[in-house]
């Protein structure tokens, strides 16, 4: 087996570890992991990344936000670039809801390439999923909401990734929202 193979291995076992207790906010209650994985499989299957650490990124994406997991224990473990890019993907868990929101749109466009792909294939996840199942809960206008504010950060984001990006503008086009 490749030693990125491996390398893979390790991360996805560590994320799935550190979600094992959570859950996703829809009906059947989807184990969290299937998320960071499929964000992982969004940038290599259809962003065609082969850069390991932000395939190992995208699976780590979440685990510092939602578990109890540090920086410095992904330093530790997995290097500082892959630590760097959950940091940027991370929100300061110090600030309100709405101010986390207004931060993603401010830091997207000084965010490093590697760190806009994560936050890229997150979002076509994330509005995937929408459209897939709303979460439990979640009224029209908060799904909406959602769309109109990814927007923004995706607007951000842009001249990153031609083939995410497409995707990104279709599932806005579809909701009547200008990227
Ligand atoms: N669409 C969808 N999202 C779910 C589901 N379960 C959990 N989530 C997570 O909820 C977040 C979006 O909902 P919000 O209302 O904005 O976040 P909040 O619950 O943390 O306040 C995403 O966080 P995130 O990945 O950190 O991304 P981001 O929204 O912060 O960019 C997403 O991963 C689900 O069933 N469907
Ligand atoms: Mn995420």
Same mark, same amino acid.
């Given at each position: 087996m490749s030693s990125d193979s491996v390398i893979l291995l390790e991360t996805v076992n560590f994320a799935a570890e550190k979600h094992r207790n959570q859950r996703r906010k829809d009906a059947e209650q989807t184990p969290y992991i299937t998320h960071p994985i499929g964000v992982a499989r969004i940038l290599s299957?259809?962003?065609?990344?082969? *850069?390991i650490e932000v395939l190992q990124a995208a699976l780590l994406h979440d685990t510092v936000e939602d578990t109890d997991t540090s920086i410095g224990e992904l330093q530790a473990v997995f290097g500082q670039t892959v630590a760097r890019l959950v940091q940027e993907v991370t929100? *300061?868990?110090?600030?309100?809801k709405e101010e986390t929101k207004r931060q993603q749109v401010e830091h997207a466009p000084h965010s490093s390439h590697q760190a806009k792909l994560v936050k890229l294939a997150d979002k076509l996840y994330n509005l995937r999923d929408i459209n897939r199942c709303t979460p439990t809960g979640w009224s029209a206008e908060r799904v909406q909401e959602y769309f109109v504010w990814s927007a923004q950060v995706v607007r951000g984001l842009r001249g990153t990734n031609p083939a995410l990006e497409r995707h990104l503008e279709e599932l806005f086009k579809q909701r009547g929202v200008e990227l």
């Amino acid at each position: 087996m490749s030693s990125d193979s491996v390398i893979l291995l390790e991360t996805v076992n560590f994320a799935a570890e550190k979600h094992r207790n959570q859950r996703r906010k829809d009906a059947e209650q989807t184990p969290y992991i299937t998320h960071p994985i499929g964000v992982a499989r969004i940038l290599s299957h259809e962003g065609g990344i082969t *850069d390991i650490e932000v395939l190992q990124a995208a699976l780590l994406h979440d685990t510092v936000e939602d578990t109890d997991t540090s920086i410095g224990e992904l330093q530790a473990v997995f290097g500082q670039t892959v630590a760097r890019l959950v940091q940027e993907v991370t929100d *300061d868990k110090a600030l309100s809801k709405e101010e986390t929101k207004r931060q993603q749109v401010e830091h997207a466009p000084h965010s490093s390439h590697q760190a806009k792909l994560v936050k890229l294939a997150d979002k076509l996840y994330n509005l995937r999923d929408i459209n897939r199942c709303t979460p439990t809960g979640w009224s029209a206008e908060r799904v909406q909401e959602y769309f109109v504010w990814s927007a923004q950060v995706v607007r951000g984001l842009r001249g990153t990734n031609p083939a995410l990006e497409r995707h990104l503008e279709e599932l806005f086009k579809q909701r009547g929202v200008e990227l």
